[in-house]
């Protein structure tokens, strides 16, 4: 089977899942979702993604039907019947199906919880050459920290980085970068990486947090703070991190080129480091889809 649901408690198909037009999930984008990624049907960082989803639950009042320990089950268990050596596992919990109206339910209401997974193709082009990004206004609600289903600012986002032919869209507010539309960003600069803290403005990656251990090992300063788009474009080097993306560098943007438009040394050896800290954890070097 190529992909798979897993939907009140059965593992279909994808093409046959189905879920009630009245969850609240469809009617307000009420709910969160996690994407993690697997090598040779082992989920990666599954335990630092499920603290996350804990986090965004307990941010929206909202109970997941399930607890930690069964949803790593019915995490192992679709992905045994799936084929791939890179799958990407997406689940989605809402708060349930109910009435429309914008109030919680007045009565609990179960929690719909959904899982699917499916092969994940990589993309090494842009991680060894690289994104060209454009700048796009940050219009986003006032907690980005929180992982939840209202994305419409970076479809739009992403959108117009597609019409103008580029591959990423960077957030600005005023004059300050926050993260990407769908990654969180960084520049280099005199050896040191610097990227916005976190706060209620960016989502604090999974893959943010593994690269910030990757740099202290390897001996970078990080500096967590904002950057401007201007110490961007005067950047010694930029790229961006997300679990379906890795450490992917960000060589123009907005038309112009950061430095020489080659992927830098330090992005090059956090790339290193993130592949050995998934070999490590996973504990296997059958790799293909990684450089």
């Known amino acids: 089977m190529q992909d798979i649901a897993y939907v009140g408690g059965a593992y279909l198909p994808?093409?046959?899942?189905?879920?009630?037009l009245e969850d609240r999930a469809y009617q307000f984008g009420d709910g969160v979702y996690e994407a993690l990624l697997a090598f040779d049907h082992k989920p990666f960082a599954l335990r630092e993604h499920l603290d996350r989803w804990d986090r965004s639950c307990a941010a929206l009042?909202?109970?997941?039907?399930?607890?930690?320990?069964?949803?790593?089950?019915?995490v192992h268990e679709a992905l045994s019947r799936v084929e791939g050596d890179s799958l990407l596992v997406y689940m989605q919990v809402s708060r349930g199906v109910a009435p429309r109206v914008h109030q919680f339910p007045p009565q609990e209401t179960p929690g719909v919880f959904t899982l699917t997974v499916r092969p994940h193709p990589y993309d090494s082009r842009a991680y060894e050459q690289g994104d060209d990004a454009v700048l796009f206004e940050d219009i986003r609600w006032g907690r980005c920290d929180i992982k939840c289903l209202n994305l419409?600012?970076?479809v739009l986002a992403m959108q117009h980085a597609v019409e103008k032919g580029c591959t990423q869209a960077i957030f600005y507010r005023g004059d300050t970068v926050t993260e990407c539309a769908s990654a969180n960003m960084y520049i280099v600069r005199d050896g040191r990486i610097?990227?916005?803290?976190?706060?209620?403005?960016?989502?604090?990656?999974?893959?943010?947090?593994?690269?910030?251990?990757?740099?202290?090992?390897?001996?970078?300063?990080?500096e967590e703070r904002p950057f401007t788009i201007d110490e961007l474009y005067a950047a010694d080097e930029a790229f961006s991190s997300s679990v379906s993306r890795r450490p992917t560098p960000v060589v123009r943007v907005?038309?112009?080129?950061?430095?020489?438009?080659?992927?830098?040394?330090?992005?090059?050896?956090?790339?290193?480091?993130?592949?050995?800290r998934i070999e490590k954890e996973l504990r296997t070097e059958n790799l293909k889809c990684i450089r």
């Open 61 to 74: 009042r909202l109970t997941c039907p399930y607890n930690r320990q069964q949803i790593e089950s019915i």
């Open 152 to 154: 419409l600012p970076n």
């Open 254 to 276: 907005e038309g112009r080129v950061i430095r020489d438009g080659k992927r830098g040394p330090i992005t090059e050896a956090l790339q290193a480091a993130y592949r050995q």
């Open 14 to 20: 994808i093409a046959e899942a189905r879920v009630s």
């Open 194 to 222: 610097i990227t916005h803290p976190v706060t209620q403005a960016i989502l604090a990656g999974v893959t943010r947090a593994h690269l910030l251990e990757d740099a202290a090992a390897l001996g970078f300063p990080v």
